[in-house]
């Protein structure tokens, strides 16, 4: 009470900032709760048995709203249950070979008890969104569903780490419908991989913050200084570049272009450090509506993100009105209530945000029809609760350095019995909505 009654907090401030702990805790689990059943299945249908095996299909769904596997693509490694060896393989493939040598005439293509499975139609993924399959013929592995094993402690990178897989389990066999889609034919045995998604286990640093502005305040909020890592001289000479710097384009060429390495990012010099820095400014005011300006800025010189998505959480998303020069679609994780939206960029105009320098920027502005009992500039209402890009939770500023409303007490008119009701309130929320 004496903390919070000493600083500008009012109960919705508090909610707020209740929501966010709440959500950082949810987001060290293997949970989003934007996108709470986003997932990427990995389904294995066994199409034929062959002499000593069978031949298997193996297919990645991306369950996820809106996080998509991005260049180089996937990477998938599991651990056989028996003696298995790949054949061959189509559409991936096995980053080593191991040791074959038992083998005389045909060579398996990998004898690992671990194999490595590399995405080689990363392209067609990303372009199409389609699920992408992989052919794999499997030896040594028992000719039956009798004899066969599932595969063991699967791993997906997509393309780092952060995600966790459940165990293989046995299901109803996948059907197949022919082209001409007359006859049906089912595979000989099916098992799924469910694999989650959680930033926290990726252990990256965050890659994106927030920052605000508003037409009613001349205060500008920064992103907080090192959201994504600080400008370190001494310790890290070089982990950011000056735009200014004349030896620029030789520090940003990348020194190795390996296909499944990912480069790391090479930031220009900023007090957060982030790659990528989003702006909400509440640009104007009218009778029925009110205008946001989005501004999303690559501060990254190696990387030119195609096909970024960003998601915004904020109460007015279910009155969106107009969207400038991004696409739209509501995500409604919980489906009662609708204040969440996927942002993309147009085809050929703004999908490409392009990397570091007077290019690297792409904007957008949003109208929103206001909601009578809810809307209102005091209090950061306008400001967004939470904003993810490419699926990353940004950091926000902390929801007392929000601008003010001008002649707007900065004191709480503070109750303790309407707290606990708000706070007993928010954990019904979260209970029925887990
Ligand atoms: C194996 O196949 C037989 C018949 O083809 C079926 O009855 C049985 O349920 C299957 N078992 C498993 C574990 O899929
Ligand atoms: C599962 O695989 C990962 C990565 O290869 C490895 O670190 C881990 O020890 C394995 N766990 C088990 C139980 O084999
Ligand atoms: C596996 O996942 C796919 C895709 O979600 C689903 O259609 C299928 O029913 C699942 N099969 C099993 C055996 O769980
Ligand atoms: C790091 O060096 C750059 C120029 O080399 C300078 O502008 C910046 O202020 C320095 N940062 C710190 C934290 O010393
Ligand atoms: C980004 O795209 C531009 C124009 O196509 C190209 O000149 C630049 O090298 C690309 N940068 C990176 C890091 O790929
Ligand atoms: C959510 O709001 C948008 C914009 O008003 C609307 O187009 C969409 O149909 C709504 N979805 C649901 C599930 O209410
Ligand atoms: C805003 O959206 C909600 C839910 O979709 C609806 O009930 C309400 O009437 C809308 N308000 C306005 C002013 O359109
Ligand atoms: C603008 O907001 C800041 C808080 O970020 C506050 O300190 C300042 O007093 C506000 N300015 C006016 C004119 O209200
Ligand atoms: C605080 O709220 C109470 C009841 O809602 C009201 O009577 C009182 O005037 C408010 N105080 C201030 C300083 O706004």
Redesign the pocket.
Known sequence: MGILSSRSFSIYSFVFVFFFFCSTFTLSGAYDPLDPNGNITIKWDIINWTPDGYVAVVTLYNFQKFRHIPAPGWQL?W?WAKKEVIWTMMGGQATEQGDCSKFKGNIPHCCQK?PNIVDMLQELLTKSRLPTAVGVSVGQAGTSNKTVKVP??F?LKAPGPGYTCGPGRTGRPSQFISADGRRATQALMTWNVTCTYSQFLSQKTPTCCVSLSSFYNDTIVSCPTCSCGCQNNASHPGSCVEPKNPYLASVVAPPVTNKYSILPPLVQCTSHMCPVRIHWHVKTNYKEYWRVKVTITNFNYRMNYSDWNMVVQHPNFDNLTELFSFNYQPLTPYSTINDTAMLWGLKFYNDLLMQAGPLGNVQSELLFRKDSPTFTFDKGWAFPRRIYFNGDNCVMPPPDTYPWLPNSSPRPNFSLLSTTLTLLSALAFLYTHA
């Open positions: 490694q651990t671990k063991k402690n791993t």
